[in-house]
């Protein structure tokens, strides 16, 4: 039996940035064995099924490599933006029936797609030295006043402020640290990230590993930037207004250029209300696959 996956760049309008997601269409005949071995193949960090929902509008499920997990801000962006430029959808607002729960997807005029995350949750800090050793940096190069924490809108994360964005070169991670750390939290894996930017233009610049889910780093998450936000208005580090579009870069390590559009709405005790994370995809190819 051989499937059809449509690869696509998420979080980026040229094929050379942005992080790859696979996408299977109409994917409620294959068992849960046979998507996990079609996002072994397809290799990506994400590869989407899309599925009838009884409770939403789709069912869609995420793959890694290795795992399934609850959600994936990436692969749903790449979806909706190949539903849109197939006119399999329009302009609207559509529910997802996900793991991690029902969710909202908006497509608006301008092309650019928004996924609604799950409200924050926020977890226990974590060892700083124990991060600075796995990431092999000095302990003096994280922010000395944020706290490296864990935080989820979908997927639990440890957020680790660094001082400067000069210190996310000099990054050499420890995979296999990063993994036994990331199990041991339960965690899916790190998203580093520095305020300050080189050009001023983003809210932030990024890396992300998550090892124990075979990714060594991914050049977009979204999920991750959607708790990024939250940290940030936590701990009083959004400065602008609270209903503007904040961008985020990541990927530019990996000479894969990505720019994450992110935006929370606050309710009248200053509480967050809804987090979304969005931007846009490039088609790149349509792939066989082969089941036996």
Known sequence: M???????????????????????????????????????????????????SNSADYNIRYFTPNHEVD????????LFCLMKAEQMIDVGRYTLD?????????????????????????????????????????????????????????????????RHPDVLTTINP?????????????VVGYHVFALETHDNAALAECRNFAPLYNIPEESATGTSNGALLCYLHKYQQLRAPHDQTYMIKQGYTMNRPSRILGRITLGSSNEITQVQIGGVAVHIENIQIHLP
């Open 98 to 162: 996900t793991l991690a729960g029902i969710l909202e997807v908006t497509v608006e005029e301008g092309g650019d797609v928004y996924l609604s995350q799950t409200l924050p949750q926020f977890g226990e800090l974590v060892n700083r030295q124990d991060i600075a050793d796995s990431l092999r940096i000095p302990l003096q190069d994280l922010h000395p006043e944020l706290p490296v924490q864990i935080v989820s809108t979908g997927l639990r994360d440890i957020l680790i402020p660094v």
């Open 71 to 78: 959600l994936c801000g990436h692969a749903t962006v790449a």
């Open 2 to 52: 051989d499937i059809e996956v449509i690869t696509l760049h998420a979080f980026s309008d040229i094929a050379e940035g942005g992080n790859p997601a696979g996408v299977v269409l109409q994917a409620e005949h294959l068992s849960d064995s046979q998507m996990q071995e079609i996002a072994r193949q397809v290799g990506f960090s994400e590869t989407a099924f899309v599925m009838p």
């Open 174 to 186: 420890d995979l296999r640290q990063i993994s036994d750390i990331s199990k041991a939290h339960q």
